[in-house]
C-alpha cells in the first residue's frame, strides 16, 4: 500500500520501521496523516513477520502536534464534523497503542502536543538529547484531550498536570525525569541506542511478548471506550471556544493571542 505521509520498511529481522514523512509541515497530524496511521497500525498487528515496530519522524521534529489547517477545520466546522474529527484522532491513539508488537519511539527532534500522545503510545521512547517537548494545547485555547490517557498511563496525573495547563517546553533530560522518556542519548547515537532496545525482543517468543503487553495494558490505567468516548466529546467541546478560534487564529495569523500577557 501506498502511503503520502508516513513510510513503512520491514528488514529482514521483523523490524518494521514506521516514519512519519511530512518534514516540511514538521510531521504535524493531517487528516490524511490520522488515517494512514489508523490504517497501518491494524497491518502492523495483524503481520505475523513483524516483530518490533520502530516509530520515528523525519526532518527537524519527530511530530509537530495537530496540523494547524486541519485543527481551524475543526473549529470552523458544525458540531456533527467535529464530533467526527475529534473521533478519527482519538482512534488512531486508540490503534496505535494497542499495535501488539513492541513499539519503540525514535525521537530525533521535538515533539509537541500529538507528538507527546505518539511517543506515550510506544513501550519505550528513546529521544536525542537536542529534543524539546511540550504539550502545547493550551496556548492555543485547546485542550490535550484525545492524547490524555496515553501521556497519563506514561506519567501520572501529578507530573500531567503542570504540563498539561502550563504548555511549558522541557528539555529531552526534562522530559526523562517525568517519565515521558526512557532513555536520552546523543543524537549522532539515537541510531545505535534504537539498535540496541530492539536486541531483546527479537530474542524472545513474539505471541508471548504481545500477551504480555496485553497484560500490561489490562492492569495499568484502564482505557476504555467510555474514557476514549469522554476525551473526544470534551475536545470537540474545545473546539466550539472562542479561545480555540482566538489561539488558532492567532497562530496562523503570527500575532500573539489576546489573553497572552508580555514577557
Sequence with gaps: MTFETIRLATD????????LACPEKHNALSATMIEELTV?????????TIRVVVLAGEG????AGGDLGWMKAQVDADRVT????ARRLALMFQALNEISRPVIAAVQGNAFGGGIGLLSIADVAIAADSAKFGLTETRLGLIPATISPYVMARIGEGRARPLFMSARIIDAREAQAVG???????ADGLDAAVDAEIQPYLQVAPGAAGAS?????SLGMPITDDVIEATIERLADTWETEEAREGISAFLEKRKPRWQNPA
Excluded: E, I, N, Y
Aim: one cysteine or more.
Design 60 to 63: 527537524a521534529s519527530f511530530c
Design 12 to 19: 529482514a529481522r521483523g523490524v518494521a520501521r514506521l516514519t
Design 180 to 186: 515521558l522518556l526512557a532513555r536520552v542519548v546523543p
Design 82 to 85: 467535529r464530533m467526527a474529527g
Design 40 to 48: 497501518v497500525a491494524g497491518q502492523l498487528s495483524q503481520d505475523a
Design 213 to 217: 503487553k496485553a497484560l500490561a495494558r
